[in-house]
């Protein structure tokens, strides 16, 4: 291959990685500020119990499930492009119905759009991105562009808070202002996906997809080259030989169970903070919107740093020891805001929180990625976002329920009992499965 053409792959690929995650931050950045806030527009404004949230979280997880099971992991290569500017447009409109809902049947209808948006998008961008590194990459060479794809989710998740607090300074604490605001968050990454769309196909016309170039024909030399514009929806749309995976296949595999017990030893205590942990600092914190997406981002700053910092080792090394410590931190913070009192304590408790959050979603999918082919990927990538959703879907109705019956502080300390049993689930499997997962393991960098 002559330096040209490696010059041009190069660019193609960080173009296309670039973009990909320009979309992920836009849209999750929006993404979280509804999940978060949402509540406090329930409760506070509609005047909503525990439980009538914890339904409507339930019904936004269901949804989101439904998205990912049934049409995720089914959508024809040639139109994920399409799909996801339709995906995030959905996205967009959630936004002004949350900031017009005086009804729960209007915030119902809010709470869909941005299941279903959501459940659409952001398994199609975890494989766009895990396959940038291409078809045939070995072990540990997916791990960076994972990691990249943490930091951004991570970086949108960080700014998002005080963007927020800014608006809801500017609005002297309008929860219905704020969402006005986000809506441009999800119109935007549509709209950079729909430009490069059409980039694309401009080059199109012009020039073939893949060209032959043919040098040294005495030497009989033929080379595959690749415009760099291109290359950037390729990545989201190319899935050649896509193999659809059972989720009891999936679960032969040592390392996906590795994965999936990383996934879900944070789901509850994640899942409880972004329903409730508005509505919890509110009223039991005595804290003000605008310090409450204080919180918030000291929780997402935390992360953001723990993921550039497996972006820049990466590859990783040692994972289960990693997913060790995500465990031991998870419960002494659940233990600090279950016991805490005032402010500081309370950005003690979101601040060592925030470590767990930043570990187990790269470590999941970096393991996940790197033990199966690429072609298997949309349905693994799947089969791990949606069993989180699964208990998106669960929790919230329960934990809404147990707040109305015994408080928010004793609910949030009985979240003890399943990170705990996850924690030691995943240990034995990695006790277990030890050769396995060596085979997996990322190289020393």
Request: proline content about 5%; overall charge positive.
């Amino acid at each position: 291959m002559s330096s040209r053409t490696r010059l041009k792959a190069g660019l193609g690929i960080g173009a296309a990685l670039g973009v990909l995650l320009a979309v992920t931050m836009l849209m999750r950045a929006s993404q979280n500020m509804a999940q978060t806030t949402f509540p406090l527009v329930a409760g506070d404004l509609l005047h909503l119990n525990a439980t009538a949230v914890g339904a409507l979280a339930a019904a936004g997880g269901g949804a989101s499930v439904l998205a990912m099971v049934v049409l995720a992991s089914r959508i024809p290569s040639r139109v994920v492009a399409p799909v996801l500017i339709a995906s995030l447009l959905m996205l967009g409109l959630a936004f002004p119905l949350v900031a017009a809902a005086h009804s729960v049947v209007v915030l119902t209808v809010a709470v869909l759009l941005l299941g279903l948006g959501g459940g659409l998008v952001f398994p199609t961008l975890i494989t766009a991105v895990g396959g940038v590194a291409g078809e045939d990459a070995g072990p540990g060479a997916r791990d960076r562009p994972i990691a990249l794809l943490g930091v951004a989710l991570s970086a949108s998740l960080a700014i998002g808070p005080f963007v927020e607090t800014a608006s809801l300074a500017v609005s002297g604490g309008n929860l219905r202002t704020a969402f006005l605001w986000f809506t441009l968050g999800p119109v935007l990454a549509a709209l950079l996906m729909a430009a490069v769309v059409t980039w694309r196909s401009g080059w199109g016309r012009a020039r073939r997809a893949v060209r032959w170039e043919t040098r040294g024909k005495a030497a009989g030399r033929a080379e595959l080259v690749s415009p760099a514009p291109e290359v950037v929806v390729e990545a989201a749309s190319s899935a050649p030989g896509t193999a659809r995976v059972s989720l009891r296949r999936a679960l032969d595999d040592p390392a996906f169970q590795v994965a999936l017990l990383g996934q879900l030893l944070y789901a509850a205590p994640f899942a409880a903070l972004i329903v409730f942990g508005a509505l919890f600092a509110r009223h039991d914190y005595g804290l003000s919107p605008a310090q409450i997406q204080v919180a918030f981002g000291v929780f997402f700053v935390v992360s953001f740093l723990v993921r550039a910092g497996l972006a820049w080792r990466s590859p990783i090394r040692h994972k289960l020891g990693w997913f060790r410590v995500s465990a031991t931190l998870a419960v002494v913070g659940l233990v600090v805001i279950g016991l805490g009192h005032g402010e500081l304590q309370l950005l003690l408790a979101m601040a060592l929180l925030g470590v767990p959050h930043g570990l187990t979603f790269p470590l999941s999918m970096a393991l996940a990625a790197e033990s199966r082919p690429h072609r298997e990927l949309p349905s693994i990538n799947a089969h791990l976002t949606a069993s989180v959703q699964a208990v998106n879907l669960a929790l919230p109705l329960f934990l809404g329920l147990g707040i109305d019956a015994v408080g928010f502080r004793a609910t949030f300390l009985i979240l003890l009992i399943p990170v705990a049993a996850a924690a030691a689930a995943q240990h034995r499997a990695g006790l277990r499965q030890g050769h396995s997962l060596a085979s997996v393991a990322s190289p020393q960098r």
